[in-house]
């Protein structure tokens, strides 16, 4: 029998190339497609890497509302999307998933370039539900009687934009139907007061009186056995076509199939390449990383300090706090959930008491909270700490999750200090002032690519601020080497010695905010061109402010950085050859001007 289920394996799955065909399966089959899916979830991402737990959990439920609803006239938007490989596979992209060559055709999130089953391209969280009502607005108001379905999981609950969302959608008095997928986790585990009413909920199979959602105005169907797909699909049933809006809450479990996945849920949330009998990663990583180099610092300082506390909006790991130094730091360790924008506000509100908050962020997170960074957190001058991490070319590089925006959007911010360091050492000690000092709000751009250490003793007082650091003194040209740019200004400054015989001058500027007036006013005197080097877009960057300061000078200023636009799973070496920032193009430009 083991025999003939192998022979059998993928039959059902290559055979769906649309919605309707799920629709033509019996319950076995069915059975049998979501199995033949786990399959096929698991051959790509131990080859490719990518969401594991999400989309384990939510095979069942992906199948069940293409087996009620009729996709695309009946529309669903999936939160994060990191739980859409599964919807992929349904929905004629089921080559990406089986066949190795074309694991790459389709992104890791849901994407309308690829199909018209998809209507958002989405990587952050906690959107759907707002993005489904405004299908669904549009849908009354041209008359129509689609469907409309937002699939979002507990954890993004916690996203201020899910709760306006589920406060917004009793308004619409029509069809909308929001799937919440419980499986009692977030990236991590879940954080917040609205987790214990979901507990309640689970415990009492969804008959407690106190209700979250129906408190906002929502009608409500519970459903015990998420992975059944016989009970969802029966679940789906009663609601389709419904008229009025109504949150379907069914409980999954994540990882669901894969043993380790079951049982270590954080850590196969999303996975590297990796061996499908052990579990273990097949790449490896030699040397240090910034993230745990950061929580190991952090961790001593915390000792030392009982007001440190280390902020999280549900990515512990970005800054190094794995589950074993969550629990050690202890109350001096807070995951707010996903909720940056609350992060920054209680960073800001630690700082007014007293307190020492740092908060480890990713890039791309952090364009989520402008309105905080400004308004709760810089006009009040409070001291608080930000470590961005990814903030690179060298970070992720899925369009959903760049990047490379952070120095525009936060370094025109009055009263924050954006510092960008080029070295472990330089690094550390950033922290080390930022967290002693209470005169700014701080925020320090941690390096992209490998950690680079060059073993010299930071002396620099950070509190002078904007003095840039001269390392190596020459003429006729100087290069202002920002950040992870600073190894390329070095190589930079070796060519142009080497064509020329000339040396330039060689600048680590070190504060994004500011310009240092001083040293640049010096350079008029023996300097005919300026380099700038930053790893980010060029729009309202740091070689703007360079530039202008230039502007009524005989003073040739080239700036070098990244173009404005969005980018989706790019070569890093062709993004750095479209945009000059190669050693040899730099220095052919160079050439022409001296």
């Known amino acids: ?59 069942e439920a992906i199948i069940a509302l293409h087996y009620v609803f009729d996709s695309p006239k009946d529309k669903m938007v999936y939160d994060v999307s990191h739980q859409s490989y599964c919807h992929k596979m349904l929905t004629g992209r089921k080559d990406a998933f089986l066949y190795e060559e074309k694991y790459d055709d389709v992104s890791g999130y849901s994407n309308p370039e690829e199909s018209e089953h998809d209507f958002f391209n989405i990587g952050h969280t906690s959107t759907s539900v707002s993005l489904a009502c405004g299908l669904a607005k549009s849908r009354d108001l041209k008359g129509e009687k689609e469907n409309i379905i937002a699939i979002i999981g507990d954890g993004s609950l916690s996203g201020g934009e899910a709760l306006e969302g589920l406060d917004f959608a009793p308004e619409l008095k029509s069809n909308m139907i929001i799937v919440v997928n419980d499986n009692d986790m977030s990236i991590a585990e879940n954080h917040g007061g609205m987790y214990q009413n979901l507990k309640l909920l689970r415990d009492t199979e969804g008959k407690a009186e106190c209700n979250l959602f129906k408190a906002m105005g929502l009608d409500y169907l519970f459903v ?22 109504i949150v379907v809450h069914i409980c999954t479990q994540k990882g669901k199939g894969y043993a380790l996945a079951e049982e270590h849920k954080e850590q196969w949330h999303w996975c590297m390449p990796f061996d499908k009998e052990t579990g273990k990663s097949t790449v490896s990583f030699d040397g240090e990383d910034y993230g745990s180099m950061t929580a190991e610092f952090l961790m001593k300082k915390m000792k030392e300090d009982k007001t440190l506390v280390g902020i999280t909006s549900a990515t512990p790991t970005v800054f190094g706090f794995t589950e074993d130094k969550r629990k050690e730091a202890g109350s001096q360790f807070v995951d707010v959930g996903i909720a940056e924008e609350h992060a920054v506000a209680l960073a800001s509100g630690i700082a007014a008491n007293g307190g020492n908050p740092v908060y480890g962020v990713y890039s791309t997170f952090i364009q989520r909270t402008y309105d905080q960074l400004s308004q709760d957190l810089c006009i009040n001058n409070n001291p608080a700490t930000i470590l961005v991490f990814a903030a690179s070319v060298y970070g992720m590089n899925d369009v959903t999750h760049l990047g490379i925006y952070d120095i525009p959007m936060m370094s025109n911010i009055p009263n924050l200090v954006y510092l960008a360091p080029t070295t472990k050492e ?34 620099k007082d950070f509190g002078k601020l904007n003095q840039y650091e001269v390392t190596q003194k020459g003429n006729k040209v100087a290069i202002l080497a920002l950040g992870t740019f600073y190894s390329l200004g070095q190589e930079v400054a070796k060519e142009i010695a080497k064509e020329t015989g000339v040396q330039p001058t060689l600048i680590n500027p070190m504060y994004i905010t500011g310009t240092d007036d001083k040293l640049l006013e010096e350079l008029k005197a023996e300097h005919q061109v300026v380099i700038t080097l930053e790893d980010g877009v060029l729009d309202g960057g740091f070689g703007e402010k360079i530039s202008r300061f230039y502007g009524a000078s005989d003073m040739k200023v080239l700036n070098y950085g990244l173009k404005k636009e969005f980018i989706d799973r790019y070569d890093v070496n062709e993004v750095l050859k479209e945009n000059r920032l190669t050693k040899e193009q730099i220095v052919e430009d160079t050439m022409k001007l001296c």
């Open 1 to 59: 029998m083991h025999v003939n289920n192998r022979k059998e394996e993928k039959m059902y799955l290559e055979k769906i190339n649309q919605p309707a065909d799920v629709r033509n399966l019996n319950k076995e089959q069915l059975e049998a497609l979501a199995a033949e899916m786990r399959t096929a979830l698991l051959n790509k991402l131990s080859k490719h890497g990518g969401h594991f737990g999400p989309n384990f959990g939510m095979v």
């Open 224 to 245: 015990k056995e998420g992975n059944d797909v016989e009970k969802l699909i029966e679940a789906f049933q009663k609601v389709k076509d419904i008229n009025h809006p």
């Open 426 to 459: 330089e690094y550390l000690a950033m922290i080390e002032w930022s967290i002693s000092q209470k005169e700014h709000p701080v925020a320090i751009r941690v390096p992209g690519g490998a950690v680079i250490s060059d073993g010299k003793t930071v002396t």
